[in-house]
């Protein structure tokens, strides 16, 4: 992954609605929530909750799909995947990471 895509996640999830969404639909699975839904368990504004939608989408992290009146999101598993992997990487120079209490 190059840097400047992680910079880009990274910051999309710097905001804290962003990253309560984003857990929200990262614990709710690969089918997601229609927009309702999120915001109903939010309680933000539709306008509130489009912008910060848009955001994770346009980061790379959240997928969209449209099915009848309803839209829903999900998490780009395989991205968030990515940008783990990405802050890892060489982790301790490939030794064991154990933290001694």
């Known amino acids: ?5 992680a910079v880009t996640r990274l910051a999309a999830l710097a905001q804290e ?3 309560v969404i984003f ?5 709710k699975g690969p089918d997601g929530l229609c927009v309702g839904d999120i915001q109903g368990a939010l309680k933000v504004s539709a306008a ?8 994770l989408t346009n980061a790379g992290l959240l997928k969209s799909r ?4 309803f839209i ?3 998490p780009d598993f ?3 995947n990515e940008l783990l992997g990405y802050l890892t990487e060489s982790c301790c ?9």
């Open 1 to 5: 992954m190059k840097s400047t895509i």
């Open 17 to 19: 609605s962003r990253l």
């Open 23 to 27: 857990r929200l639909l990262v614990r």
């Open 48 to 55: 509130t909750l489009s912008f910060h939608l848009k955001e």
């Open 66 to 69: 449209q099915e009848g009146r």
């Open 72 to 74: 829903y999101y999900a």
């Open 78 to 80: 395989k991205a968030m």
């Open 93 to 101: 120079e490939g030794k064991s990471c154990e933290v001694k209490s």
